[in-house]
Nanobody, 124 residues
Framework: QVQLVESGGGLVQAGGSLRLSCAAS????????MGWFRQAPGKGREFVAA????????YYADSVKGRFTISRDNAKAMVYLQIHSLKPEDTAVYYC?????????????????WGQGTQVTVSS
């Protein structure tokens, strides 16, 4: 089991940057691939980015490639999402999740453990 707590969200102007953090508890953190998802008002939860357990491989949704960077620090049990060039359409609650089922990184059903989310609001 792993517990996840996100932080770092807030209100930012378009074009700005944020770094979201996800703190994990549990001794098995380094064995999990990790992902970030987001959910905008009235929409479903969508994949944003994922990183393998070692940090050697990363995956991104096409809509965020070149602007978002996922990273992790296994020694600190932390996952990060650096966001640049924020757009109003990036407004959403951002969730950190631990991937427990092998297969597609983009599929939310492969993630069993979720944080409570952190709100990101981008003003135009």
């Amino acid at each position: 089991q792993v517990q996840l707590v996100e932080s770092g969200g807030g209100l930012v102007q378009a074009g700005g940057s944020l770094r979201l953090s996800c703190a994990a508890s549990g001794r098995t953190f380094s064995s999990y691939s990790m992902g970030w998802f987001r959910q905008a008002p009235g929409k479903g939860r969508e994949f944003v980015a994922a990183i393998s357990s070692s940090g050697g491989s990363t995956y991104y949704a096409d809509s965020v490639k070149g602007r978002f960077t996922i990273s992790r620090d296994n020694a600190k049990a932390m996952v990060y999402l650096q966001i640049h060039s924020l757009k109003p359409e990036d407004t959403a609650v951002y969730y950190c999740a631990a991937k427990t089922i092998s297969g597609d990184y983009f599929f939310r059903g492969h993630y069993d453990f979720w944080g409570q989310g952190t709100q990101v609001t981008v003003s135009s």
